[in-house]
């Protein structure tokens, strides 16, 4: 008899100042449930899909409950949270006799009535089933402590941003699990943290000298049975325990894993101010002056404005309308009015659209253009990119628009620009251009590094600052971090506690 495996995935990265709220519609129009989960993620570089292959290697049926992802958005509706929380439950009493559980879960979901959304799933879980081992799978940008996993036999979380190396997650998440199963065994679990909050842009894992200490525990994992996840937090989600992390798995026990946690945790910790300052950070005059001065031979210019959260800010293209630095893209920017305005007027026509920066005043508010419509249409796709390969992105009616010399891509669902997929479903390439304005974080490092002529990280005053002293928090305790707190002195004392 084959053992068996349920698996549930609910995932929200929140902005806790963006004010629209992610509800149930939002969550169910990519939700995947039963079989066709199996069907759709099999083969791709997601955690499901390394789930799957986990458990067909190892001859173990999983049963799948559901799938929801949505990348960077706003809060998560509070029905959403105890909807979803429900359908697990449920799913794990119709499953029958089962062997044991992964969840994958953010670690960064904010809600307006849940202090820790996945300590939440991860505790009713365990109330439901007190014996069986649960193992959870996290992203590298979530905020957990202990209490986080307090519930959890297992834990792990991407090694990688950009995140090349989601189904490999998935893989670690169900293979402790499985040896879990198959020996009776259980691997001790530590959280150590640091006490450091850094913006996401500093969070790329191939920036010194945050890739130097993930080295040092990769070195650690090839010398002992453990898993270690260096955590960088996303400090624009406001919960008490946002921040940097570490967790370590280590089968030789509890202590032992300890020990590990909090020997990196203190790594990050004597880094903190290199680690605050990995990249370069310009104004939005500095950047286009950059850009004017030294203008594109051949490869194009990457121009990141980072500190847009919902991919409709107008700061970065409204100081380049009228500037004279070449062919521009800008690839999926959220507006479903003006796509719908211009796939009302059909491809060839001109409009006059109020562009983008609907979402929130922050966001520089909308721009009046005058455009021409290149095309427009339902548009969906399969990701070519390293960054969740094989994965359906559906952007909904979409509209390529030209405003002068600046293309822009207008979407109707929020969608990650980070490879050449932007491009590529329009017959096109990122060669094409002199000027991309992107709005990743660091995702965009993986395809753009190679063949970027620079890359110019540009600050606006939005919703995602590249200064964390900016954001307003309100659960978070600054008292003791870095960098509103240069010494972090109670560090120490929170190292084998895994809290703040």
């Known amino acids: 008899m084959s053992h068996r495996i349920v698996f549930a995935g609910f995932n929200l990265e929140s902005v806790t100042a963006v004010p629209q709220i992610v509800g149930m519609q939002d969550f169910e129009r990519v939700c995947v449930r039963g079989s066709a989960l199996i069907e759709q993620f099999r083969g791709t570089n997601t955690v499901p899909g390394g789930v799957i292959k986990i458990c067909e290697n190892n001859g173990v049926e999983l049963i799948p409950l559901f799938h929801t992802l949505l990348g960077a958005l706003g809060p998560a509706a509070d029905e959403a949270i105890e909807f979803y929380k429900n359908e697990i439950l449920a799913g794990l009493d119709r499953s029958g006799d089962i062997d044991g559980i992964i969840l994958f879960l953010h670690g960064a979901c904010w809600a307006p009535g849940y202090e820790d959304v996945e300590r939440f799933i991860i505790d009713a879980v365990r109330d439901k089933v007190p014996n069986m081992p649960i193992a959870v799978a996290l992203d590298y940008h979530g905020n957990i402590d202990r209490a986080t996993l ?24 169900a293979t402790a699990l499985v040896r879990t199963i198959k020996t009776g065994l259980r691997p001790g679990l530590a959280v150590a943290r640091p006490d450091i909050v850094i913006p996401s842009i500093m969070s790329a894992t191939s920036l010194q000298p945050l890739a130097a200490i993930i080295a040092q525990a990769r070195a650690t994992e090839a010398e002992s049975d ?26 030789s026990g509890e202590m032992v894993a300890q020990r590990k ?12 101010r290199a680690l605050l300052a990995a990249v370069p950070v310009s104004g939005v ?12 031979q051949g490869r194009p210019i990457i121009l990141l404005e980072h500190a847009d959260r919902m991919n409709d800010s107008t700061h970065v293209l409204r100081a380049l309308i009228d500037k004279n630095v070449g062919r521009v893209h800008v690839p999926f920017l959220l507006d ?12 060839g026509a001109g409009i006059v659209a109020n562009l983008a920066g609907k979402t929130d005043p922050a966001t520089g508010g909308p721009l009046q253009v005058a455009a021409k419509v290149v095309w427009s249409g339902q548009k969906s796709y399969r990701v070519s990119g390293r960054y969740q390969k094989g994965s359906s992105v559906d952007l909904g009616l979409t509209a390529l628009i030209d405003v002068g010399p600046i293309r822009i891509s207008v979407v109707s669902h929020f969608a990650f620009a980070v490879d050449g997929d932007p491009f590529y479903i329009f017959d096109e390439r990122p060669e094409d251009y002199d000027v991309i304005l992107l709005r990743s974080k660091t995702h965009f490092r993986d395809f753009y590094e190679p063949i970027a002529d620079r890359i110019i990280v540009v600050d606006t005053p939005d919703l995602g600052p590249a200064d964390v002293r900016l954001i ?20 120490k004392n929170n190292l084998s506690r895994g809290v703040k």
Request: proline letters at 6%.
């Open 150 to 173: 307090r519930n959890a036999d297992i834990a792990v979380a991407y090694g990688h941003s950009p995140h090349i190396d989601m189904g490999e997650t998935g893989e670690r998440a």
């Open 472 to 491: 307003p928090y309100r659960q978070l305790d600054t008292l003791d971090v870095f960098p509103w707190n240069e010494a972090s002195s109670n560090h």
């Open 261 to 272: 946690a909090d020997r990196l945790s203190s790594t990050l910790h004597e880094n903190r």
């Open 226 to 251: 453990c898993d270690i996840s260096v955590m960088a937090g996303f400090s624009y989600a406001d919960s008490p325990n946002t921040g940097m992390s570490v967790i370590c798995m280590d089968w």
């Open 336 to 347: 479903p009015q003006t796509a719908q305005e211009a796939h009302a007027a059909g491809a």
């Open 285 to 296: 005059e500095a950047a286009i002056a950059d850009v004017e001065k030294r203008p594109a």
